[in-house]
């Protein structure tokens, strides 16, 4: 989980579900949405970068780990 600097929301990776969610302080859901399987073979953490873009990594799941990274839309 991390918290989103701009906005203040809280951005989590679920691993085994693939999924990615958004929420406001108060728990509403924001976004939302499925990893692609073939990118995520098996999400573990999540940051956000100075300039907002927000990174995935994965474990390796048996290849090399990975870190994706998603441009910011605000």
Excluded: F
Excluded at 18 to 26: C, G, L, M, P
Excluded at 37 to 60: C, V
Excluded at 62 to 71: N, V, W
């Amino acid at each position: 989980m991390v918290r989103h600097p701009s906005t203040g929301s809280l951005i989590l990776v679920s691993g085994p579900e693939r999924a990615v969610a958004e929420i406001d302080a108060s728990g509403k859901v924001l976004a939302g949405g499925r990893l692609h399987t073939k990118r995520h073979r098996q999400p573990e953490g999540i940051a956000i970068a100075p300039d907002l873009t927000l990174l995935i990594s994965d474990e390796g799941a048996g290849a090399k780990a990975t870190i994706t990274g998603y441009a910011s839309r605000r």
